[in-house]
């Protein structure tokens, strides 16, 4: 069974921090790229960050200088540290993996959601 499981998502007020964490089986974290994606009510899915097999990383023009997506092989975990973060991050974040870059569409795995808000 395939599965994804996202953590760490809650509310926190402007300017603070998150770390969000993707738990991924063995087989989905040896795929080509995992990524972070987040849908606002209302809004389209959005990319966040990538990263690729080879460590490459890839973000939104939005929170560049503010997000680290990073992941540790050995506890098959995807992780993305979020920083100063502002109410236009509110949001469900989802982890992907079996993908192209940010390119929600082309990814084949999804995990449930973690919902982050950020209050003003």
């Known amino acids: 069974q395939v599965q994804l499981v996202e953590s760490g998502g809650g509310s926190v007020q402007a300017g603070g921090s998150l770390r969000l964490s993707c738990a991924a089986s063995?087989?989905?974290?040896?795929?080509?790229?995992m990524g972070w994606f987040r849908q606002a009510p209302g809004k389209e899915r959005e990319g966040v960050a990538s990263?690729?097999?080879?460590?490459?990383?890839r973000y939104a023009d939005s929170v560049k200088g503010r997000f680290t997506i990073s992941k540790d092989n050995a506890k098959n975990t995807l992780y993305l540290q979020m920083t100063s973060l502002k109410p236009e991050d509110t949001a469900m974040y989802y982890c992907?993996?079996?993908?192209?870059?940010?390119?929600?569409?082309?990814?084949?795995?999804w995990g449930q959601g973690t919902q982050v808000t950020v209050s003003s």
């Open positions: 063995r087989y989905i974290y040896s795929s080509t790229s």
């Open positions: 990263i690729d097999s080879d460590g490459s990383t």
């Open positions: 992907a993996a079996d993908g192209v870059r940010m390119i929600w569409v082309s990814y084949n795995y």
